[in-house]
């Protein structure tokens, strides 16, 4: 017997009342503050997590460690668009065509498009020109890497992505925030971004770097087989991002006012 997709009280929350015979079925409405209402579901609220970013990178960015990097492009990042999952088909013809179809193949998307939030200092810049580097320098055309440095391994990393309500909640345990999750493995970017400079001399505006990387496998929540993937997100989120302290900071009026948090 197959593995149901959810298993969360929230997923009870989301089903409940939608095809309520006096109304949501012709209105098309599904908000109240009656008990089982379903909210929809609002996007924007998300994060990302570049683990297993190469070693060797740092080796070549001055004042940055491997940490530091993930850090960096885990917290500039300000969109993503993951790859769709197509069923492909074949078409026979009948007499006076009439067609039917059957499936061929699934095509999975092997691409991430990436946007991050360029600073004084170029770090994101001088992020990827060292990662693209690390596989084929843009002047020699060679790696930088030598002998059994060059692996994939060695250019390669993972990205781990989470779309959670507007609480925010990634704390371990059935009632979290997270609405689904994704690991992207085999990550690596697909271009030097040296075209991020233009200028035009009528305007100044902010920098934003478009970032391309492969994807070798992705795995995704909405498969019953990849609950795990929530649960690294969670790991990725509290541990590493710390954004339980962050949630209570902004309980507390620690962020975006201008009082000073006092831990009281």
């Avoid at 909640?169 to 040296?194: H, M, Q």
């Avoid at 478009?210 to 993937?229: R, T």
């Amino acid at each position: 017997m197959a593995t149901k997709v959810g298993n969360t009280t929230a997923d009870k929350q989301a089903f409940a009342n939608l095809f309520s015979e006096d109304s949501n079925q012709f209105t098309k409405t599904f908000g109240g503050t009656s008990k089982g209402t379903a909210t929809p579901f609002i996007s924007g609220y998300f994060g990302v997590y570049f683990d297993d970013i190469p070693g060797t990178l740092a080796n070549y960015i001055d004042g940055l460690s491997a940490s530091d990097i993930t850090r960096i492009l885990s917290c500039t990042l300000m969109s993503i668009t993951v790859p769709s999952v197509t069923v492909n088909k074949t078409t026979f013809n009948g007499i006076g065509g009439k067609k039917w179809s059957v499936v061929t193949n699934i095509d999975v998307g092997d691409s991430i498009s990436c946007r991050f939030t360029e600073f004084s200092g170029l770090p994101i810049a001088k992020i990827f020109y060292t990662w693209a580097r690390l596989a084929r320098s843009p002047r020699y055309h060679a790696s930088i890497l030598n002998g059994e440095q060059y692996k994939k391994s060695a250019y390669s990393c993972s990205v781990f992505y989470w779309v959670t309500r507007p609480g925010m909640y990634v704390d371990s345990g059935n009632n979290t925030d997270i609405e689904v999750a994704y690991c992207f493995t085999g990550c690596f970017p697909s271009k030097a971004p040296t075209d991020a400079f233009g200028s035009d001399v009528s305007t100044n505006d902010k920098v934003e770097i478009d970032m391309d990387f492969n994807v070798d496998e992705m795995f995704c929540s909405l498969d019953p087989d990849c609950d795990w993937v929530i649960e690294k997100c969670q790991t990725m989120a509290s541990k590493y991002l710390k954004w339980a302290d962050l949630r209570n900071k902004i309980a507390k009026g620690a962020i975006g006012g201008p009082k000073t948090y006092n831990g009281g």
